[in-house]
């Protein structure tokens, strides 16, 4: 299970409206006439326009090719009373697209009818219903318009820090037969400490800590020396995003590079394995 690393409810504004579909016109003429017409039932459902245009969500990641966040429809609160669903229809098929990093898009030509009288014009108008990402104009034509409806949408968005759990995992099972021994057991231990802590953007910036003053005296002090100077600079930074995936991307990158020549050298391999999984498995959208 995957722990939650930050909640924020998203509001999102809908509306129903009518446009004008058609503008027939039979003023000049002194009989009935029957026109045959076309238009297009058209949805589309971007999750990431929702994203982008909601709270300013401008980075969605996955992770093994799941989504390194989930959102949750909690509410709808309409400004008049609406007869129709499409608004909670269309927020439950954007979760739905969401959890499958998926675009809905649905088309269809329908075919109709109209009967106008003698000297007469008909004003035919569809109903729409549009939010962040969404788009629905739908089948349902009337010559007589309703007012415009206002809907509040709530929604629930949780983010993670996907892949962090195989990184300490990693570090915390390295013992090194005979060199860097005390190092080692100096991170372990702070892994071990923060390991009850639910929030694991706590227990990386921790870990981001032991690791910027873990300097051997002796063995791997060159490749020490860019880990400790990878992990001030995201220590510089990490209070400038509450974003903290492009971190851990940045420090099992720098993990992947580490190649000593004699000292730990089978301890480090594992550790760049499992660098270069998690870095190509969280992949931006």
């Known amino acids: 299970m995957l722990n939650v690393e930050t909640k924020s409810e998203l509001r999102v504004t809908g509306r129903y409206y009518w446009e004008l579909l058609f ?20 949805k589309k ?7 982008k245009n909601t709270n300013n969500i401008k980075a969605e990641y996955t992770y093994e090719n799941k989504i390194a966040a989930s959102l949750e429809f909690l509410r709808a609160k309409a400004s008049s009373e ?27 030509k329908v075919d109709k009818e109209f009967i106008i009288g003698p000297r007469s014009t008909l004003k035919v108008y569809r109903l729409v219903y549009e939010a962040a990402g969404q788009i629905f104009k739908s089948d349902i034509i009337s010559s007589e318009p309703e007012p415009e409806v206002i809907i509040d949408l709530d929604f629930l968005y949780k983010t993670y820090l996907p892949g962090f759990d195989k990184l300490v995992n990693v570090l915390v099972n390295t013992h090194p037969g005979k060199d860097n021994i005390k190092e080692w057991e100096k991170i372990r231990d ?20 032991v690791l910027s003053i ?8 060159l ?37 000593p ?3 730990n050298k ?12 998690i870095n190509s498995n969280i992949k931006h959208l």
């Open 190 to 209: 702070n892994i071990i400490e923060y390991s009850d802590v639910k929030s694991n953007n706590i227990r990386f910036h921790e870990l981001l800590k």
């Open 214 to 221: 873990t300097t051997p005296s002796r063995d791997n002090r």
């Open 23 to 42: 503008n027939l016109d039979n003023s000049k003429n002194k009989a009935s006439i029957t026109l045959k017409e076309s238009y297009e039932y058209i």
């Open 261 to 263: 020549g004699s000292s």
């Open 82 to 108: 609406i007869s129709h669903s499409f608004h909670i229809e269309m927020s439950n098929e954007l979760i739905v697209g969401f959890e499958k990093c998926e675009e809905i898009t649905e088309t269809k």
């Open 266 to 277: 089978i301890e480090w391999a594992k550790i760049r394995e499992v660098s270069n999984i």
């Open 45 to 51: 459902i971007n999750y990431k326009n929702f994203l």
């Open 223 to 259: 490749e020490w020396s860019s880990i400790r100077e990878t992990c001030n600079q995201i220590l510089s930074s990490w209070d400038t995003s509450d974003d903290k995936i492009p971190f851990l991307k940045k420090l099992t990158a720098r993990l992947a590079t580490i190649t």
